[in-house]
C-alpha cells in the first residue's frame, strides 16, 4: 500500500537556523498539507497545497514558513529563523481528491 | 468550520464494544464527519468517514442521527492496540481548501 514517507524523523536544530522538512506524498495525490503538533496538544493546520501554489494558511504559517514543491514529487516546509516554539511534531498529509487524508510519519523538530 | 466536543479520556476493557460521542452542533450542510486514529509519536490515520445514518468498515462503525448534531464512533470488541487518541472532525470534501480542524481527541485506554 503506498504512503507519504518524511524526513528526516528526528531534527535537532539551534534557534534562528533554517531547517527544511521534506515530504513524499502518495504519487498522484492532487491536495497537500502541513500540520504541526506540540508535545500534548491538538494537531493544528499550518498550510494547504494545490495545483503548485498554497490554497489557504493559517495565522500560524507567517513570513518564516514557505512551502514548495520543487521537483513535482518531494513537498517542503522550510522555516527560516526557528524559533523555541517551532519545537513540534511537523505532518505532512495528501489527498488523492476523496476524502481521506494520509498522513506521513512525521518529523519531530526539537529547537534548542 | 464546525466545533467539535468530545469526551477527553475513556476507559475500556478487551473484548467490549466502546462508543465514542462527538457532538457538533454547528454542522453546515455540506459538511461530513470523520474519525481519525492517532497512536503516540505517529501520524493520523482515517478510520471513517459518514455524512448521515449509518456507515460500517472493517474497523468500526458511524452512527449520525437525522439532526446530524453528533455522531457516535462504534469500535466492537477493542484490543489493548486500540489504546489511542481518536478525533472526530467535520468539514467538507469539496474543492481545494479541506483544512481539517482538530480538537484534543479522545484518549481511549484499553485495559486487559
Known amino acids: 500500500e503506498p504512503e507519504v514517507t518524511q524526513t528526516p524523523s528526528h531534527q535537532v536544530t539551534q534557534m534562528g537556523q533554517e531547517v527544511i522538512l521534506r515530504c513524499v506524498p502518495i504519487?498522484?495525490?492532487?491536495?497537500f498539507y502541513w500540520y504541526r503538533q506540540i508535545l500534548g496538544q491538538k494537531v493544528e493546520f499550518l498550510v494547504s497545497f494545490y495545483n503548485n501554489e498554497i490554497s489557504e494558511k493559517s495565522e500560524i504559517f507567517d513570513d518564516q514558513f514557505s512551502v514548495e514543491r520543487p521537483d513535482g514529487s518531494n513537498f517542503t516546509l522550510k522555516i527560516r529563523s526557528t524559533k523555541l516554539e517551532d519545537s513540534a511534531m511537523y505532518f505532512c498529509a495528501s489527498i488523492p481528491g476523496g476524502k481521506e487524508q494520509y498522513f506521513g510519519p512525521g518529523t519531530r523538530l526539537t529547537v534548542t | 468550520l464546525a466545533k467539535t466536543t468530545q469526551p477527553i479520556s475513556m476507559d475500556s476493557y478487551e473484548g467490549q464494544e466502546v462508543n465514542i460521542t462527538c457532538s457538533h452542533n454547528?454542522?453546515?450542510?455540506?459538511?461530513?464527519i470523520t474519525w481519525y486514529q492517532q497512536f503516540p509519536s505517529q501520524g493520523p490515520r482515517f478510520i471513517i468517514q459518514?455524512?448521515?445514518?449509518?456507515v460500517t468498515n472493517e474497523v468500526a462503525s458511524l452512527f449520525i442521527p437525522a439532526d446530524r448534531k453528533s455522531s457516535t464512533l462504534s469500535l466492537p470488541r477493542v484490543s489493548l492496540s486500540d489504546t489511542a487518541v481518536y478525533y472526530c472532525l467535520v468539514g467538507n470534501n469539496a474543492g481545494n481548501n479541506r483544512k481539517l480542524i482538530w480538537g484534543l481527541g479522545t484518549s481511549l485506554a484499553v485495559n486487559p
Open positions: 459518514g455524512y448521515k445514518t449509518k
Open positions: 504519487s498522484n495525490h492532487l491536495y
Open positions: 454547528n454542522i453546515a450542510t455540506n459538511d461530513y
